[in-house]
């Protein structure tokens, strides 16, 4: 396993032959994330996990914007080796920005429980960035007092377990990973889609697999539309027992359908 930095992003790669994934997570999300997934899929690909910007080690911005974003991570690819891209919620968009402005570098897009629109709403992402920057870090002895704190603002165990993964601790006490401050401010950029930006870019023709969780929302009929108009050579699988974070619920269907894809030719 190597660690390397390129453009200010930090990045884990397993796997020593075959095509080349990359995974791109999603808000509050880190590549380490993706491991258990990515273990399996390093059988057989090079396989490079991603902390986006603003995440994990990663460098912090002084703004989000998804084309920015995107270059950044496209950044590290080459038209001589394209990537198996696969991204989630914020990831997922900006997977889907990369491949439209840069579809040379991409082979295949694997879009993870996220469409290309512009939701509406943020207010369960703003509840959990509010909850962790009121959590007095100073005062925080374990990380089971973290825990604690987090109940009743973020009651789903699975959840607050998903945010507490962004809790880092070292010489100078605990620190959130993240750039809450910039992800709080810009939630409604993240929860959009940047249209006027992507304005005459083409469709992105290449193989696209949209993995939906069945107790999502972020992917459904109505947005079927946008989904066709970006990536026509689009297909969808919903999985059942999923919400939002559907790798993390059903990792081995996940999988499962996954290298299915990976495989396709």
């Known amino acids: 396993m190597v660690l390397r930095h390129e453009d200010g992003l930090h990045t884990t790669t397993l796997g020593e032959s075959g095509p080349l994934v990359a995974f791109c997570h999603g808000l509050f999300g880190q590549g380490k994330n993706w491991r258990t997934i990515a273990k399996a899929v390093a059988e057989d690909h090079r396989v490079l996990l991603v902390d986006m910007p603003n995440h994990g080690r990663s460098q912090w911005t002084d703004r989000f914007d998804y084309v ?4 950044r991570v496209a950044s590290m690819f080459s ?3 394209p990537v198996a891209l696969v991204g989630h919620s914020m990831g997922g968009k900006a997977a889907m920005v990369l491949a439209l402005r840069h579809p040379e570098l991409v082979d295949r897009l694997c879009v993870v429980d996220v469409s290309p629109v512009d939701y509406e709403s943020g207010s369960e992402f703003a509840g ?4 962790m920057q009121a959590l007095d870090l100073g005062t925080l002895r374990h990380r089971r007092d973290a ?3 987090l109940v009743d603002a973020v009651p789903n165990p699975t959840v607050r377990s998903f ?7 070292d010489d100078d006490g605990w620190s959130w990973q993240p750039n809450l401050d910039l992800l709080g401010r810009d939630l409604a950029t993240l929860g959009g889609w940047p249209e006027e930006a992507l304005a005459g870019h083409p469709p992105y023709q290449g193989r696209t697999l949209w993995i939906a969780g069945a107790k999502s929302a972020y992917v459904g009929d109505e947005y079927a539309a946008e989904m066709d108009r970006w990536f026509p050579r689009n297909r969808r699988v919903t999985i059942k027992g999923a919400g939002h974070w559907v790798h993390s619920e059903q990792p081995e269907v996940f999988t499962d359908v996954l290298r299915q894809f990976l495989a396709a030719t």
């Open 163 to 169: 945010l507490l993964q962004n809790l880092r601790r």
């Open 68 to 71: 920015d974003t995107a270059d």
């Open 128 to 131: 959990y960035i509010a909850a």
């Open 79 to 81: 038209a001589d080796d």
């Open 147 to 149: 825990d604690a704190a």
